[in-house]
DNA sequence: ATAACTGTACTAAGCAAGTAATACAAAAAA
DNA sequence: TTTTTTGTATTACTTGCTTAGTACAGTTAT
């Protein structure tokens, strides 16, 4: 058992960063389609948080679908790929929105952002 | 006197929605450098918020530099535009640097992001 | 001088959300 | 058949934010 030593941020639920966390598991690869996830409570076992937490956590990933449950046996990654792809996709088009809207409140004009994109690098 | 009708996000407390807010209309111009802000009073009626939860954003502008005091007179916004200005520029720097982090959570690598970002209209 | 307005401090209460502990039900494993 | 493992439900505790009420001190306006 590998236990995670995460370090959550005390400004939003533990259930909702391990969403974001498990979530990015799942896009990365490193949750593969189809597999079976760890029991709820050895999952909370590795994040190191009560197992009521975790299930929370994935209770919301389910109602999200990406993962599935079948009762006694355990919880599954979905099987479907182009599901997987388009959430990723649609999350990062979110945030992007979010960066530019953000700008905007603070004042910056769309030429301005513009600028700005050109002249950062990564 | 103007009533803001303000939606409040429920997954932050208010008190630090408020800094942000004011710190925007700073930002923005809309509250000009040494200019008198309305009193702790008549803040909290504008944005329908507690006497008290209005005093303890403006005590968070206040150590962070933004505005100061005059006891028994009011508050003033900074007069140092300099520092506005900077501050500015960081939030916009931190917002760009946090939104590519996010994408490299999510398994973009770099040349990904550069590709996303060249192919963005905004 | 008096009244009104400024910021500030303090206490207490209540509420909501997150977390934790425990127990239950059903299937699989031994 | 018994034990273990699975998800799930229920209940209680804790914490932090908001609200509310009250009071004080100093300046400004009347």
């Excluded at 941020?9 to 490193?30: A, R, S, T, V």
């Excluded at 993962?67 to 992007?96: P, Q, W």
């Amino acid at each position: 058992m590998i236990i995670i030593s995460y370090v959550f941020d005390n400004d939003k639920p533990i259930y909702l960063q391990l969403e974001e966390i498990i979530k990015k598991e799942i896009f990365k690869g490193e949750l593969l389609p189809s597999s079976k996830i760890p029991s709820v409570r050895d999952f909370a076992l590795k994040y190191q948080v009560n197992p009521n937490t975790m299930q929370k956590a994935l209770q919301g990933l389910e109602e999200e679908g990406f993962i599935y449950t079948v009762r006694t046996s355990g919880k599954y990654v979905t099987d479907n790929k182009e599901f997987i792809l388009k959430e990723k996709r649609l999350v990062a088009k979110n945030l992007y929105q979010d960066f530019i809207n953000n700008l905007r409140s603070l004042g910056y004009s769309d030429t301005d952002i513009k600028k700005i994109l050109k002249e950062s690098e990564i």
